[in-house]
């Protein structure tokens, strides 16, 4: 998703065995770089979730390999427009796409096995959600865009592929609805780094490990406790509520009726 240094005919080890670096981020002088393998990892994961969507609906063929490239890549072709900095990385790198149709058929072939590791895969989409959260983000810096705008790159960056995958699916886009943390996780991970590689200027080494952990710490949570995003809620008409509440509670106690000013705030506490 993010520009390589793959030599020659790419994606190959280097003579001392290592995997060719990512370059995701410069501040001043300073270079963050990660190997490649965790780039083209962060892709299979993504692609393994829109695969078995698909495999799941008892899509075709077509149909598997298309939610896997959305789920693996969509989000950085969202980016890479947006930015508008030549063609896509998904597009030019030579290592994405076949990774992606590989991954396709793995869950064309073995959906049912890989169903069975539902945590596992939990777990891997939260840290790619992250990942791709600090990449996004940190492409819109070193694009010189404003912090707001870097947050809202980092964020769609993470969830670009999601929102691509309901689109071609003709439902309603998962991000917008109340669940576990997705949308809202990576929105507040772009915020931190971009308060923490910003106004703060730390180390960005340190300050993307802290994000990606920030981000799959709140979706894992989010999914295991049961939290869901919040929802529009009609503040005045709820003020209200909660003022009746009160009064009924003091008037309950003034005129010596315990009970009823226990089972009032009994309700009060249940709705919170």
Do not use: C
């Not at 063609?87 to 030579?94: S, W």
């Not at 895969?121 to 870097?150: M, N, R, W």
């Amino acid at each position: 998703m993010i520009t390589t240094n793959w030599p020659g005919a790419g994606g190959r080890r280097t003579a001392d065995g290592e995997w060719p670096a990512v370059e995701i981020l410069a501040v001043a002088a300073e270079t963050l770089r990660v190997p490649a393998a965790v780039d083209l990892a962060a892709v299979v994961v993504g692609a393994l979730t829109g695969g078995l969507l698909a495999a799941r609906e008892g899509f075709a063929l077509s149909g598997v390999l298309l939610l896997a490239v959305s789920g693996g890549l969509g989000g950085g072709l969202i980016r890479d427009v947006l930015l508008a900095e030549g063609p896509p990385v998904a597009l030019t790198n030579p290592a994405y796409l076949p990774t992606v149709a590989i991954t396709a058929m793995v869950t064309f072939f073995f959906s049912g096995w890989l169903s069975r590791l539902t945590a596992l895969l939990v777990v891997l989409d939260a840290l790619t959600l992250g990942f791709f959260t600090v990449v996004g983000a940190q492409k819109a810096e070193l694009a010189g865009l404003p912090s707001a705008s870097v947050v809202f790159i980092g964020t769609l960056t993470a969830v670009g592929g999601a929102l691509i995958r309901d689109v071609l699916l003709a439902q309603r886009a998962d991000i917008v609805q109340p669940g576990p943390y997705n949308a809202v996780a990576a929105l507040l991970g772009a915020s931190a780094l971009t308060v923490l590689a910003g106004p703060l200027g730390l180390d960005p080494i340190p300050v993307a490990a802290v994000v990606i952990l920030l981000v799959a710490a709140l979706r894992v949570l989010s999914v295991w406790r049961g939290w869901e995003a919040p929802v529009a809620v009609d503040l005045p008409l709820r003020t209200r509520h909660r003022l009746g509440q009160v009064r009924a509670f003091r008037m309950a106690r003034r005129t010596g009726t315990p009970g009823e000013a226990r089972r009032i705030g009994t309700r009060w506490r249940r709705r919170g």
